[in-house]
């Protein structure tokens, strides 16, 4: 087995698709230290610049010496913490849902859900550039799995058209993570109505950063019904780490009893929460915070001027400019890092092939001179780096 896992190990090398680790030394901000040396960062999902806020770290120590340090137990045991219990109460007032359950990660969440909700009988109908997570959870539910073309509406209602299932569940990432673009979400839940459908709603990117107050893509659309189950993760633009599913009271009672990945784990540990609760009074004052951000996004996309990489539709803090080739998309995120800026490449399997692509993050703790240096560097890149033809 060992021989065979190391020519699989060569084989991700010569195509250029071997991923490395960093070792992060500082907070996580703006201006980082990594593997020893100070880097401008546009990699972060903190996209309000909470992960290293002073009031949410606070609210950790206070915490930490309140409630100690670990969970302990379970959730259905003795692991339920009244901070887990208040920071639930306050995600589903803030996004307008009857009740909320907290998940460690959203991994977890996504995983415990979909398979909780959904059997052999049903059916879940993914975009095919949802988070690898959301196929898991379809792909653990055992239900019949149907992936349709990136936002295309038709096919999803030809596929519901046809389906036989008992229960029928459409699950989208509501801003998706490597392009940024926002799911046709409205269409979705007419379908969901002329079908008899549920809707899953993965806001892990729009959850803090759209919408009034930042409550999420849906209230930014404007979208309510009982059909819609919501998942926001607290690791991005929250700052901290962990997940959240809001929905009508009865799927979150359901969850409690049956989402394996719920139950069967230790719950974060209650500081966690407390710190939680900090970020979403800061999301919900956030308006600056914001506007600072979109400043940003509005400044990268008008500015940047190239020829040779395009920036992908995207109004929102993940701004991907399409390289191609995954060598090139390496050259060119190894050009900006020797000058002083990270910008991750993403290459495939986490993209379809030929669309291998630097993912720009932008957050509000960016300095507008720090967009000004990225656009900089990206022009001068155009000049100086030779371009790949085997394209892979
Ligand atoms: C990051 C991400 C997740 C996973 O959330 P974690 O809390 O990091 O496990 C799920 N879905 C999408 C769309 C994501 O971008």
Redesign the pocket.
């Known amino acids: 087995m060992f021989d065979y896992l190391q020519s699989a190990l060569d084989q991700r090398q010569a195509n250029g698709l071997m991923r490395q680790r960093r070792l992060l030394d500082s907070p996580q901000a703006e201006h980082i230290t990594a593997n020893g040396a100070a880097y401008l960062s546009f990699c972060s999902?903190d996209y309000l610049g909470l992960a290293n806020d002073p009031k949410l770290v606070l609210a950790l120590q206070q915490a930490a010496t309140e409630a100690g340090v670990g969970s302990g137990a379970s959730n259905l045991i003795t692991g339920h913490h009244r901070f887990h219990d208040a920071l639930e109460r306050s995600l589903a007032a803030f996004v307008g849902k009857p009740a909320a359950l907290l998940?460690s990660?959203?991994?977890?969440?996504?995983i415990g859900v979909i398979s909780a909700l959904m059997g052999r009988e049903d059916a879940v109908f993914s975009d095919k550039l949802?988070?690898a997570?959301?196929n898991d959870g379809a792909f653990l539910s055992r239900a019949k799995h149907h992936r349709f073309a990136h936002n295309d509406i038709n096919a999803l209602d030809q596929l519901l058209a046809a389906s036989t299932a008992r229960h029928k569940l459409i699950a989208a990432?509501?801003?998706?993570?490597m392009d940024g673009d926002i799911a046709p979400l409205a269409a979705y839940l007419d379908l969901c109505e002329r079908y008899d459908a549920y809707l899953y709603v993965?806001?892990?990117?729009g959850f803090g950063v759209l919408g009034p107050q930042g409550q999420g893509t849906l209230q930014h659309l404007g979208l309510d019904s009982p059909r819609l189950i919501m998942?926001g993760?607290?690791?991005?633009a929250a700052g901290v780490?962990?997940?959240f599913v809001a929905a009508e009271q009865v799927v979150i009672d359901y969850l409690i009893q049956h989402a394996n990945s719920y139950i069967y784990t230790t719950p974060a540990p209650p500081p966690l929460s407390a710190a939680l609760l900090a970020a979403v009074d800061e999301i919900k004052h956030g308006e600056a915070r914001r506007q600072r951000l979109f400043a940003h996004i509005h400044l990268l996309k008008t500015s940047l001027k190239l020829q040779r990489w395009q920036l992908a539709a995207s109004d929102t803090a993940i701004q991907p400019l399409i390289v191609g080739d995954p060598h090139e998309a390496l050259a060119l995120s190894q050009y900006l890092q020797q000058h002083g800026v990270l910008v991750p490449a993403i290459r495939p399997p986490t993209v379809p092939v030929n669309t291998s692509r630097l993912r720009i993050s932008l957050s509000a703790a960016h300095q507008t001179q720090d967009v000004h240096t990225l656009i900089r560097l990206l022009h001068s890149a155009e000049q100086s780096l030779p371009r790949h033809v085997n394209a892979a």
């Open positions: 999902n998940f990660t959203g991994y977890m969440a996504n949802n988070h997570c959301l990432d509501a801003v998706f993570s993965d806001d892990a990117h998942m993760t607290l690791g991005k780490a962990g997940a």
